[in-house]
């Protein structure tokens, strides 16, 4: 495990301070700087040493180092701000060739393209696009996509959401689309202190692991992600005040119903019929 160069570079707090950087609201960035919860975080990773990591949003590359040190195979990392640049490129120089940097908006990235078979996903995720990234990857692994794993970092309020059950009161879209394609467990909490600059809100890291098994028996997850739309865009209201038009009978439903009490599965037959 080639290792060597990373650990030799100064501390990130250290290199942020030397380049003249503070972390940027507008991308909604608070850096990791504890070596303790990064390095958790790295290997809560499955099969790190054998797989190419995807981390968006690295920042001065405290994870990133992280994911380095834990014996990542490639890291890929994708940063839509420049201003870190001189931080990173020193990270990419004492990598061994293991780490690539993007310097792109991760939302307009095709990670398709990157020419890799199969990758997991590591990320602190910014707070202004983590739900939006999750969904478009929990919808690019049900449309054959080979990620692996993903393991993320979000406001633990929506980590809660992401790993609802039906009735929940956090139960919505990110619950009903998770538990269609993966098996999405939270790993550990955060507290608002390991950040810089410090959050209101508290953190939890998800682990979301795709399921084959699920993922064959989904027909068609874009068809699931507008009627979960549909129906959690108006959450408070009976589904027959939504679409009045339906024989909810069909589906073994009174039409009473609201969307948090319909299981995902329900969504997904749902879909087949009504989009």
């Given at each position: 495990?080639?290792?060597?160069g ?8 250290e ?7 503070e972390p ?8 990791l700087?504890?070596l ?5 975080i ?10 190419t ?17 834990a014996g990542?195979?490639?890291v ?12 990173l490129d ?5 990598s ?8 792109d908006d ?54 809660q ?8 009161v ?13 098996d ?6 955060v ?20 399921n ?30 939504i679409?009045p ?10 039409g009473?119903?609201?969307?948090e ?5 329900v ?9």
């Amino acid at each position: 495990m080639k290792t060597a160069g990373v650990q030799s570079l100064p501390p990130v707090s250290e290199m942020m301070r030397s380049a003249g950087l503070e972390p940027k609201k507008q991308f909604g960035q608070n850096f990791l700087f504890d070596l303790n919860l990064t390095g958790r975080i790295a290997r809560s990773v499955p099969n790190i040493e054998n797989v190419t990591v995807v981390e968006v949003g690295p920042g001065p590359g405290g994870l990133t180092r992280a994911l380095l040190l834990a014996g990542a195979k490639q890291v890929i990392a994708i940063e839509k701000d420049k201003t870190t640049r001189s931080i990173l490129d020193k990270i990419v120089d004492a990598s061994d060739g293991r780490l690539t940097v993007i310097y792109d908006d991760a939302l307009k990235v095709d990670l398709s393209k990157l020419g890799v078979k199969e990758y997991a996903i590591c990320s602190n995720l910014p707070y202004n696009v983590g739900t939006e990234l999750l969904t478009r990857w929990l919808v690019r692994v049900a449309n054959g996509d080979t990620i692996s794993s993903m393991t993320l970092m979000f406001q633990r309020e929506v980590a809660q959401r992401i790993t609802a059950c039906c009735g929940d009161v956090q139960y919505g879209r990110l619950a009903v689309l998770a538990s269609l394609v993966a098996d999405a467990k939270i790993l550990f909490n955060v507290p608002n202190t390991a950040f810089v600059p410090k959050p209101k809100v508290q953190s939890a890291v998800v682990s979301v692991i795709p399921n084959k098994e699920k993922i064959r028996k989904i027909k068609d997850i874009n068809k699931i992600e507008k009627i979960t739309a549909k129906l959690f865009g108006q959450r408070r209201k009976m589904i027959r005040s939504i679409m009045p038009d339906v024989d909810w009978t069909k589906y073994g439903l009174s039409g009473t119903e609201r969307a948090e009490n319909l299981k995902p599965e329900v969504f997904a037959n749902l879909a087949l019929d009504l989009v």
